[in-house]
């Protein structure tokens, strides 16, 4: 006996430790929960769900310790172990109710929970008693609202605050639950309670929607609540009744759809928006994308365009970047920015290709501002429109509105740079002041409209003239400039593009069906002579048309007279070549080439002459270097080639001579790829051989010694054609060029025949040139010889060939014959070669 009161008095002594034990779990416990509180707040959890978590972790402690503690004193007397109240929390399961009742037919849930205790205390312990005491408190107090119903009409046994106070207050308590709450009929919970009790089977219920009233004057209510419904079963398995308990969840669910509502118009914001939106994670990848971005993504396969949902979009901006896109990497910078502060307060402005052309947009990156998750939104505005109007704005700040040309203030700046370049250079170019003659009478004339037209009609055509590298500008009402850069002949091509402006604005235009004409002033200045610097260019060209309007317009006028004298003869001279072409102005003259010693006919060269109406006999010297430079030598070339090649062969059928005639050939001819073949043609066309034609080459064309020139002169050789080099001694110091081209003759320039009986450097010069001939086996002849004194000297020094005014001037074809066949009828050529 003395065993047992000890094991029991052990046992009661162990419960209350435990229970001890407990209270001190529970009170650190709750101090924990109380600090967890304020943090879990944070997250959006309500101090009622706090409360109710709190509720169940103390139920849970405190039922299991007092249920432990009289297991083992039940033990320990040997009496009838009472049912413990357990709880189980599993929240598929069971959630936190209520403790068993004690006695042996003690309603039980499905899940093995019982009721509430209520109805008699018979049997029960002071314990016992204390226990139901505090489960009634706590089922009253809890935060989720509980209700017990009994029987298939589910009338309400027992039924928490919360359950009370969720209907208005109303007395529920004996009422089947379909009197007592009659608002919830038609809402499918009767027939979930029904189910339940039939079946057995627990039913939950999240979010379910509700409408009652909480008095009869007060409107009807939704609420939202979390049911579950758990059947009650007593202890031999027969269902009695179900348990019902929930939570109002209205806060929440509104929440929820607020939210959804908010995201909703959040969408509908951005797609209405013309801008494109989108957004992306911490991570970088695209959460969001707007209509409009979606249909720039549908237009291009850029890779700062083409977003879609879930790309990672700083990678694509990162691998964009490597590859040299530097826009990419100015983007994925300033997204990066934007993942540390709310507003990085910029912008990157780039431009993209598109289907219908080039279009700029505005790309910004601004964080979302809270403590949720971080969200990147990224504007990307198209701003083409804007572009274009900032850069007409720009264009209209350094152009004329009027003609699309430069205005003053960008003619200033590219003139000072052609200067400074032409500077570096050592080159040369003009400045072009054109002033439209009379042109304000012309604007109170025929107004503004009219005037306009025609200063667009002078700009096209002044336009049109103008070359790669120049610039032209309007700067004033009726004046333009031109800069004429890098000019070879400064004063003649300069005179050249005047003359052509004058004639192209002389030439009538049509403006409103009206045929109108308009003539302009030039004046021309040339740098370095004019000026070293733009506005001294200019003040000087702008004088120099003011000396060409007082000689009565319609003409141009260099800063220096001198200079404007020799321009126009050059100008008027190209100008004129072009029709003497035309007109047949061109003819041959031929200078006979003579033995010294016997005054026998060795060669003929050809020399062209120019028949001007009115300048007279125009020499080679006066308009072959201004052909050559204006393209003209082309069909002046072939037009001396063929005229000389058939005036030989009209003396062969004649038998007057059977030498070989000599035809100069300039730079440009001998650096054309074609020249070989044209002298074929020529020959060829003319009927005679080869070895009759002779080519002199000036000693100057030897510097530009290529693989391409001795090709050609190989052609001709070749080919049997004579060549000779012109005004040896010259100009070309490297004689190499006698051992590797194919020559056979040197020509003795005049310059050293003149001097020869004065100058012992000019004798030494000639005596020199014959020794390289002997030495390379070469023919060598004197030119320029016009006096017996130049001859004697020559032949003392070993010469044999000569030609000069001395044996004959240059004449025409038909003299040249008479001038041979009378020689041969003296029978004295020697005699003959000195008159």
Request: with cysteine.
């Amino acid at each position: 006996m003395a065993t047992f009161l000890l094991i029991a008095a052990l046992g009661v002594a162990i419960g209350m430790v435990l229970r001890v034990t407990v209270l001190i779990i529970v009170s650190v416990l709750v101090l924990a929960f109380m600090f967890v509180t304020s943090m879990l707040a944070d997250f959006g959890l309500t101090t009622a769900i706090l409360d109710a978590v709190i509720g169940v972790v103390v139920l849970q402690l405190g039922y299991v310790a007092g249920a432990f503690a009289k297991n083992l004193a039940s033990r320990a007397s040997r009496q009838p172990m009472p049912a413990a109240a357990m709880l189980v929390d599993h929240a598929d399961v069971d959630r936190p109710l209520s403790a068993l009742d004690t006695a042996p037919s003690a309603p039980v849930t499905a899940a093995g929970r019982t009721l509430p205790p209520g109805g008699t205390q018979d049997g029960k312990t002071d314990s016992d008693l204390a226990l139901d005491s505090r489960l009634q408190a706590l089922f009253r107090r809890a935060h989720g609202f509980m209700v017990v119903l009994r029987g298939p009409a589910h009338t309400v046994e027992s039924a928490n605050e919360a359950f009370v106070r969720l209907f208005g207050g109303r007395d529920v308590i004996g009422k089947p639950i379909r009197d007592a709450l009659p608002e919830l009929a038609g809402q499918g919970y009767f027939e979930s309670l029904d189910r339940t009790y039939a079946t057995g089977e627990p039913l939950t219920s999240s979010g379910a929607s509700i409408v009652l009233r909480r008095s009869e004057e007060a409107p009807p209510e939704q609420r939202f609540i979390d049911f579950v419904f758990e059947p009650i079963r007593d202890k031999r398995d027969r269902s009695i009744g179900v348990f019902v308990e929930g939570n109002d969840v209205t806060a929440t669910v509104r929440a929820d759809v607020q939210a959804r509502e908010m995201e909703r118009l959040a969408h509908a914001t951005i797609d209405a928006l013309p801008d494109g939106i989108a957004v992306i994670d911490s991570d970088g990848r695209v959460v969001t994308i707007s209509r409009a971005w979606k249909a720039l993504a549908a237009e291009h396969d850029d890779v700062l365009l083409a977003l879609h949902e879930g790309v990672d979009y700083l990678a694509a901006c990162d691998s964009a970047a490597r590859s040299g896109d530097i826009d990419a990497g100015r983007i994925a910078a300033l997204v990066r920015s934007a993942q540390s502060k709310d507003d990085v307060g910029a912008s990157v402005e780039y431009e993209r290709a598109g289907t219908a052309g080039s279009r700029w947009f505005a790309f910004r990156a601004m964080r979302i501002p809270g403590d949720g998750p971080v969200r990147i939104v990224l504007a990307n505005q198209e701003i083409t429109e804007r572009k274009v109007y900032e850069s007409r704005i720009e264009y209209l700040a350094t152009h004329d509105a009027v003609t699309e040309f430069p205005n003053q203030n960008l003619l200033t700046d590219r003139a000072r740079q052609i200067i400074d370049g032409a500077r570096r250079s050592s080159s040369s170019l003009a400045v072009l002041a054109i002033d439209l003659d009379s042109f304000k009478q012309f604007k109170d004339g025929y107004g503004h409209a009219t005037s306009d037209a025609a200063i667009r009609a002078c700009a096209e055509r002044i336009g049109r003239l103008t070359r790669p590298g120049d610039t032209v500008a309007r700067i004033g009402s009726d004046e333009f400039v031109m800069v004429l850069n890098d000019l070879g002949d400064v004063s003649t091509e300069a005179a050249r593009m005047a003359r052509s402006i004058l004639d192209d604005l002389s030439l009538p235009f049509v403006v409103d069906e009206r045929e109108l004409t308009l003539s302009a002033s030039l004046g021309i200045s040339v740098f370095p002579g004019d000026g070293e610097d733009f506005p001294a260019l200019l003040k000087n060209a702008e004088a120099a048309v003011e000396r060409a309007k007082s000689l009565g317009g319609g003409n141009y006028q260099f800063c220096s007279p001198d200079i404007s004298a020799r321009a126009n003869e050059r100008v008027l001279i190209e100008g004129e070549l072009r029709r003497a072409l035309r007109l047949e102005q061109l003819e041959l003259h031929f200078q006979p080439q003579v033995e010294m010693r016997t005054g026998a006919l060795v060669g003929i060269e050809a020399l062209a002459r120019w028949r001007h109406p009115e300048l007279g006999w125009l020499p080679p010297a006066r308009f072959i270097p201004i052909a050559e430079k204006t393209g003209l030598i082309a069909p002046i070339g072939r037009f001396v080639l063929l005229e000389a090649c058939r005036q030989m062969r009209a003396w062969q059928r004649e038998g007057v001579t059977s030498a070989a005639i000599a035809v100069n050939i300039t730079a440009s001819q001998l650096r054309d790829p074609d020249f070989p073949g044209l002298v074929e043609d020529v020959v060829a066309e003319a009927g005679i051989d080869p070895g009759n034609l002779e080519l002199e080459i000036t000693e100057g064309m030897m510097m530009e010694v290529t693989d391409s020139l001795l090709a050609r002169l190989a052609s001709l050789k070749r080919l049997g054609v004579r060549l000779s080099i012109d005004d040896f001694g010259t100009g070309y110091s490297n004689l190499a060029y006698l051992r590797t081209f194919p020559l056979d003759r040197l020509k003795v320039d005049r310059s050293f025949i003149a001097a020869i009986g004065s100058d012992e450097g000019s004798r030494s010069i000639v005596r020199a040139i014959l020794g390289l001939g002997q030495s390379f086996g070469l023919d060598v002849i004197a030119e320029g010889v016009e006096t017996n004194e130049q001859a004697a000297l020559l032949s003392e020094l070993g010469c044999t060939q000569a030609q000069g005014y001395l044996y004959a001037a240059p004449m025409r074809g038909a003299e040249l014959a008479e001038w041979i066949l009378s020689r041969e009828t003296l029978g004295h050529p020697a005699a003959a070669a000195g008159r």
